[in-house]
Nanobody
Framework: VQLQASGGGLVQPGGSLRLSCAAS????????MGWYCQAPGKQRELVAT???????SYADSVTGRFTISKDNAKNEVYLQMNRLKAEDTAVYYC????????????WGQGTLVTVSS
């Protein structure tokens, strides 16, 4: 299984970016996909997750500003980031996991989001 993330870049405070992540390989149809971020000197933390059935969870810090969505047929997940703040600056990683006979978990390579004027 491979995950390919894209869409990061430099944006001014208040601006928007859209991240995309495409998963390929042998993937269980019922799964969770999501985004995590890691700022310099900090641990990786949850941004948002979405299940195959559409259940969504957001970190408090992004609720109302970020929107996660998923295309189950394509095994792709997206993160629309609006009203970006300097503190959103981080490497963003997409994540895919499912439970078959055990938990399987995969990570993308990360895409850098820099919010700066």
């Amino acid at each position: 299984v491979q995950l390919q993330a894209s869409g990061g870049g430099l944006v001014q405070p208040g601006g928007s970016l859209r991240l995309s992540c495409a998963a390929s390989g042998s993937i269980l149809s019922i799964n969770y996909m999501g985004w995590y971020c890691q700022a310099p000197g900090k641990q990786r933390e949850l941004v948002a997750t979405i299940t195959t059935s559409g259940d969504i969870s957001y970190a408090d810090s992004v609720t109302g500003r970020f929107t996660i969505s998923k295309d189950n047929a394509k095994n792709e997940v997206y993160l629309q980031m609006n009203r970006l703040k300097a503190e959103d600056t981080a490497v963003y990683y997409c994540n895919l996991r499912w439970f078959g006979i055990r938990w399987e978990e995969y990570w993308g390579q990360g895409t850098l989001v820099t919010v700066s004027s």
